[in-house]
């Protein structure tokens, strides 16, 4: 069951898709929904999704569609009507969804080691971020300090950016909290009952913990960086 805000959303995206063929961008969703902020409107997509009710198409930050409407989940949005057999009619091209460059604000949770351990500092500030960059779920970011992971292309003073999840497979980078205290950014590998967390630089030597020593905070999700 969809609460009356996802609902309102829903109703707002299919609505703008029919008269337009166009999504509606970020700014429109959250005015129409009457909400403070954009990231408001990410939580209310991100549950739409995994709920299945709407998709985002690949490779364009506006690009939404609608599967199934809530009273009805199993008819999905009706496709053009055809003009008829004997008709002259030619149905006028779809209008494609059109890229925008909507952006979202997550929580900026300070620095975090790409070297040995340091702690991740947990702050009020937030970060925008292009809206194409995220996917479904939570995120935040966490700046990056240190030069381990460079092999992997993540630098120092890079933002990454994390989905938060407390789960991740072999070969992930994750955000991993060492004893409880400290959170290093690295590679993840379970070997012999232990948790291995590998840089990528040479420089650097695995770290290897028990099981009960390490706890998955999330998974890089993207990176942002900036140029002086």
């Known amino acids: 069951m969809l609460t009356r805000k996802q609902h309102e959303l829903l109703r707002f995206i299919q609505t703008r898709l029919e008269e337009s063929g166009i999504s509606p ?4 969703m959250k005015e129409a929904l009457d909400l403070k902020s954009k990231s408001g409107v990410h939580r209310l997509i991100s549950a739409l999704e995994e709920r ?3 998709r ?3 490779n364009r930050a506006r690009a939404l569609e609608v599967l199934r409407q809530p009273e009805d989940a199993t008819n999905k949005p009706a496709a053009a009507r055809p003009a008829p057999a004997n008709s002259n009619e030619t149905a006028a091209p779809r209008a494609m969804p059109e890229p925008a460059n909507d952006v979202i604000e997550i929580p ?3 620095r975090i080691a790409a070297g040995v351990p340091i702690e991740a500092l947990e702050g009020q500030a937030t970060l925008p971020v292009p809206a194409a960059l995220l996917g479904s779920g939570e995120h935040y970011a966490l700046e990056v300090s240190g030069d381990s992971m460079v092999d992997a292309g993540i630098l120092d ?10 789960t991740a497979r072999d070969g992930e980078i994750v955000v991993a909290l060492v004893r409880g205290e400290e959170a290093t950014l690295k590679y993840l590998h379970r070997d012999s009952g232990m948790v291995r967390l590998d840089p990528a630089n040479a ?3 695995p770290q290897v913990y028990g ?4 706890e998955v905070q999330g998974k890089l999700a993207g990176l942002l960086r900036r140029y002086h």
């Open 157 to 166: 003073g890079d933002f990454a950016l994390v989905k938060r999840t407390n």
């Open 56 to 58: 985002r198409l690949p």
């Open 52 to 54: 299945g009710f709407i």
């Open 25 to 28: 961008s970020f700014e429109e």
């Open 203 to 205: 420089a650097y030597e």
């Open 108 to 110: 900026l949770h300070g």
């Open 211 to 214: 099981p009960d020593e390490i």
